[in-house]
């Protein structure tokens, strides 16, 4: 009964591809995160939505758009996909607005753009 | 802004032996302060959380870790190494004034047999 869950689990695509990446929680959350880390395994935050509202975009570039429907899903969109985009990406969801509460993860998305 | 420096990003350490990881932090506020801890090709789990209720905080898998206000550390420690905690490990902060998690830089721990 996975609380933060997140597909796919492997990506492997073509440089200029457009591809998704769904996450969905059942934990009641109403904030739900996307992170990045790199090869490096540094974790920085992309987006956060609390309510499905957008509260945080850490200066992401425009080809990621994230969409949340309601507030149990939080989807990533990459347009135009580039070879520095390969990173894990990491769903995850809090109640509340992050300080203070724990944020739980997703198991990630390993994207890899060749 | 806050931020977290993780002295380290690899310990290695004889199965039996003192786990030692260090973190710092700097905050303008008081902070609220975690660990978490990733397995190879798995998600972030939560090992532990400060949140001003006890300077010692007690986490999962024998782990645990003491704030110190006057060293701005929150270093984690567990007495004795086991295989299984052979991992990478981060170090966060929050606080009031950002509505996110920062992270360290990570460090890798190798449990030697």
């Known amino acids: 009964d996975t609380a933060v869950s997140q597909t796919p689990k492997y990506l492997v695509t073509q440089m200029g591809n457009d591809k998704s990446i769904k996450c969905e929680q059942n934990l009641g959350h109403d904030t739900m995160y996307w992170y990045k880390q790199d090869s490096k395994k540094f974790l920085k935050i992309m987006f956060s939505?609390?309510?499905?509202?957008?509260?945080i975009n850490e200066t992401v570039p425009n080809r990621f758009s994230p969409k949340s429907p309601d507030k149990a899903h939080l989807n990533l969109h990459i347009n135009s996909l580039e070879l520095g985009d390969s990173a894990v990406y990491f769903c995850?969801?809090?109640?509340?607005?992050?300080?203070?509460?724990?944020?739980?993860f997703g198991e990630g998305s390993w994207l890899t753009v060749v | 802004a806050q931020s977290v420096t993780q002295l380290g990003s690899h310990v290695s350490v004889s199965e039996g032996a003192l786990v030692l990881l260090r973190c710092n932090y700097s905050?303008?506020?008081?902070?609220?302060l975690f660990w978490y801890v990733q397995y190879p090709n798995q998600g972030l789990q939560l090992l532990l959380k400060?949140?001003?209720?006890?300077?010692l905080v007690k986490g999962i898998n024998g782990f645990e870790a003491e704030f110190k206000k006057s060293e701005t550390s929150f270093h984690l420690t567990k007495p004795s190494a086991h295989m299984s905690d052979a991992a990478e490990y981060f170090c966060a902060v929050s606080d009031q004034s950002a509505q996110k998690l920062v992270f360290g830089q990570g460090t890798r721990l190798t449990i030697n047999p």
């Open positions: 905050s303008s506020v008081p902070p609220y």
């Open positions: 400060y949140t001003s209720a006890a300077t």
């Open positions: 995850a969801s809090s109640q509340g607005r992050g300080f203070g509460n724990t944020i739980y």
């Open positions: 939505y609390n309510n499905k509202e957008l509260i």
